[in-house]
């Protein structure tokens, strides 16, 4: 009977949060619409892109900000007041409502410089650390940087051409989708959209394409995987929680841990390239340079001086700076992909070494954090979260991952300098 109790009050909270979050739209609430664009190009892309502070506050929130601050705080009141502080679910509860009160905070700053402050603190810094004394994205991006600098374009980086209409794409991602989400109560929308940023996007339970885009097959492979087995097929795990029903809807530290396993699943799936890494490795390079006082136009030079043709160095900027001003600081959302991924990859290392294999599985459980798998296990024994239903085929049978992950415990140790000058020979 207690436990019955438990677990109502726990779906009661549960769906409160759901229900609060439902009309916050973060990426809705920054973009620039394609009037800001056109009027970039227009000027031969020489003057800072028309955007100030009054253009956000014309962006409608949608909600009264300050009644659902309130709103997120009462039910962090009452997850303590019915659960207490150290109750699993409790802990993740209230975070995510702490959360979502930066993030209110982060959207009534639109156009200022608080916007970027909370943005840091939310989804992090281009500079911060992993470990003391040790390499940060920046330093990572370089590495990137420099790898893909030596590799001849030519041969590896676009060798399928873009040349699928956005109409066709539907239809064959549609396809393949139907191929991983069997159930008949599960089937994955594809539809056409002209109001996505990027070429795609991911909702529960549906993807869109931009309207006037191309892509390769590749493209479309890296979409089945990254926004189809990836987030979509969290979010429909997140769904079929009987209890904690929070596991359907994510906050920006979710947002880390997301697009961290995607990127993974991009490649130990063999479905990522040196370009798409590439474009990741621009985004924080971009972020880095906002950050050291480099403005829109600053950045924007910056990737067209390296060979980014002026469309995607437009995109790349905009992203950083989208929720921002032209004159920055930036909008820090894009570290999560690489940041996210060194601490996914970093986990799964650890539970290989450790023998917990069973905890690698319940990063799909939901939108969740890599922080929450503690408290997230103790759910799974108390029978308040169930495990996925839908698992990336990599990680559908961990043998060959957990093969691959032994092995680099091993080849971390070992000094490529070294390495490289035994092989020196060779090349």
């Not at 402050?117 to 990137?144: C, K």
């Not at 600053?298 to 995607?312: A, T, Y």
Request: aromatic fraction near 8%; glycine fraction near 6%.
């Amino acid at each position: 009977m207690e436990n019955d109790k438990t677990r109502a009050t726990i779906r009661a909270l549960s769906d409160r949060i759901v229900m609060a979050q439902k009309e916050v739209r973060v990426l809705n609430a920054i973009k620039w619409d394609d009037s800001v664009r056109e009027g970039f190009f227009a000027a031969d892309c020489r003057a800072q892109p028309a955007v100030d502070a009054g253009y956000y506050q014309r962006v409608p929130l949608g909600f009264d900000n300050d009644q659902l601050t309130e709103t997120f705080r009462q039910i962090d009141h009452d997850i303590v007041a019915q659960l207490g502080k150290f109750n699993p679910a409790a802990k993740i509860m209230r975070r995510m409502c702490h959360e979502y009160q930066l993030v209110l905070a982060m959207l009534a700053a639109r156009g200022t410089p608080e916007f970027s402050r909370i943005s840091q603190e939310l989804y992090g810094r281009s500079t911060d650390a992993f470990h003391v004394g040790e390499p940060n994205l920046v330093d990572m991006a370089a590495s990137l940087d420099n790898s893909l600098r030596i590799i001849d374009e030519h041969l590896f980086l676009e060798q399928n051409a873009r040349d699928i209409p956005t109409e066709q794409a539907v239809g064959l991602l549609k396809a393949r989708l139907d191929g991983f989400f069997s159930d008949p109560g599960s089937r994955i929308k594809v539809r056409i959209s002209d109001g996505i940023v990027a070429d795609a996007a991911a909702g529960s339970d549906y993807i869109k394409l931009r309207k006037d885009a191309f892509f390769s097959e590749r493209d479309l492979r890296v979409l089945e995987v990254h926004e189809g087995w990836v987030h979509v097929g969290t979010t429909l795990n997140g769904r079929a929680q009987p209890v904690c029903t929070f596991l359907e809807k994510g906050t920006p530290s979710m947002t880390t841990t997301q697009e961290g396993l995607a990127l993974l699943v991009e490649i130990v799936s063999f479905s990522s390239h040196p370009a798409r890494l590439r474009r990741v490795t621009d985004r924080i390079r971009a972020i880095h340079s906002a950050e050291q006082g480099g403005t829109f136009l600053d950045v924007f030079n910056m990737l067209c001086g390296e060979g980014r043709s002026r469309e995607d160095s437009y995109t790349t900027t905009m992203r950083v700076f989208r929720g921002s001003l032209p004159e920055g600081p930036p909008f820090t959302k894009d570290l999560a992909y690489s940041k996210g991924f060194i601490h996914i990859y970093n986990f799964i290392r650890v539970a290989v070494r450790r023998g917990r294999l069973d905890r690698i599985p319940l990063l799909f459980c939901g939108k969740l954090t890599l922080e929450d798998i503690g408290s997230i296990a103790e759910l799974v024994e108390q029978g308040l979260v169930v495990q996925p239903r839908y698992l990336p085929l990599p990680f559908q049978d961990l043998n060959a991952l957990t093969a691959w992950m032994a092995y680099s415990n091993f080849l971390n140790k070992l000094d490529l300098a070294k390495v490289e000058a035994d092989f020196a020979q060779l090349f």
